[in-house]
């Protein structure tokens, strides 16, 4: 089970903190995954690590701007966003998965999902 938390409303160019807290299993071999779907638009890919390793991944769109980490010890993954525009408007959801390979930005491959947190940010 994963329960996504830290949404709300922020003005342009500021910072929210996203979590997802992970019960019931070990991440071990898992990649964690952030994604967002605006208003409109489809779901997409913002960033994801690998529970192992550590090793991160970005969407162009956030590179630089957004950072995702992980607590092991609280089975915890973070994601940091700075710099807030109002194009990151919309609803963040969580997941994970044993992705293989670069498959880790198709969303078809997590198995299992957060219930999605709102992030607004006004201009």
């Known amino acids: 089970q994963l329960q996504a938390s830290g949404g709300g409303l922020v003005q342009a160019g500021g910072s929210l903190r996203l979590s997802c807290a992970a019960s019931?299993?070990?991440?071990?071999?898992?990649?964690m995954g952030w994604f967002r779907r605006a208003p409109g638009r489809e779901r997409e890919f913002v960033a994801a690590i690998r529970w192992s390793s550590g090793m991160t991944y970005y969407a162009d769109s956030v590179k630089g701007r957004f950072t995702i980490s992980r607590d092991n010890a609280k089975t915890t993954v973070n994601l940091q966003m700075n710099s807030l525009k109002p194009e990151d408007t919309a609803v963040y959801y969580c997941?994970?998965?044993?992705?293989?390979?670069?498959?880790?930005?198709?969303?078809?491959?997590?198995?299992?999902w957060g219930q999605g947190t709102l992030v607004t940010v006004s201009s």
């Open positions: 997941a994970a998965g044993r992705v293989i390979s670069s498959t880790y930005r198709l969303d078809r491959v997590y198995d299992y």
């Open positions: 019931g299993r070990t991440l071990s071999g898992y990649t």
